[in-house]
């Protein structure tokens, strides 16, 4: 069952269509499902390579993924923080969100542990952690 991506000469977005067979994507009536439009022209997707968590988390800490990391930067923190989440695929929470939000705009990580004392099960912020 494929979808492919297309550009709507119309309204100029980029749309997904999926497709109940190869041949129904070859043969099938397109339209934008944003204006309805037929002028669409079919796009190379991006390719997706299934890894297993193992894998993921092996790259993730191989210090040669990471050449702009700088552990006193609180930017840089929070830029690793969220990468490691997105790779992880889970939802770790609002309290999770805000401290990263909170670093990437440049905050102090002991202002916002002060600011957040049950963070962390109310521990040091850092306790555990070698950076």
Not at 44 to 72: I, K, Q, T
Not at 74 to 79: A, I, N, Y
Request: proline share 6%; glycine share 8%.
């Amino acid at each position: 069952m494929p979808i492919y991506e297309y550009r709507c000469q119309d309204c100029k977005r980029r749309v997904s269509l999926f497709w109940r067979t190869f041949s129904d994507a070859e043969t099938g009536e397109k339209a934008c499902p944003r204006c309805g439009s037929a002028h669409l022209t079919r796009l190379v997707s991006r390719v997706r390579v299934v890894r297993s968590e193992e894998s993921r988390l092996d790259d993730l800490a191989d210090p040669s993924n990471m050449p702009d990391f700088d552990e006193n930067d609180p930017k840089s923190l929070g830029r690793w923080m969220r990468k490691m989440s997105s790779e992880v695929g889970e939802d770790l929470g609002p309290e999770f969100d805000e401290v990263v939000g909170r670093l990437e705009s440049g905050e102090d990580p002991e202002a916002i542990e002060q600011s957040m004392p049950d963070l962390m099960g109310g521990g040091d912020f850092d306790a555990g952690m070698d950076f």
